[in-house]
């Protein structure tokens, strides 16, 4: 998956996907910016579904990856 910055994804999510979208998406950075784009790409992801049922989100650094691996593969 291509690296995306903030002020870009907007047109990254108006484009069809090739396939299927991505599984898996890691957001990071400035947390004003990671809460404001987590919600829009949630949005455009779920249209409309209930959010509880398919978007997990995780706080934290680097000492969190070994628990979000563990949780991608259950």
């Not at 990071?28 to 049922?53: C, F, I, K, S, Y």
């Not at 650094?61 to 070994?66: A, G, S």
Request: aromatic share 4%.
């Amino acid at each position: 998956m291509p690296e995306i910055v903030h002020n870009q994804l907007s047109g990254y999510l108006k484009k069809p996907f090739r396939a299927s979208p991505p599984a898996v998406y890691l957001i990071h950075g400035q947390q004003a910016l990671v809460e404001q784009h987590l919600g829009l790409l949630t949005d455009h992801l779920l249209d409309g579904a209930p959010r509880d049922l398919a978007c997990e989100s995780m706080d934290g650094l680097l000492e969190n990856i070994p628990e979000v691996v563990e949780r991608m593969n259950a």
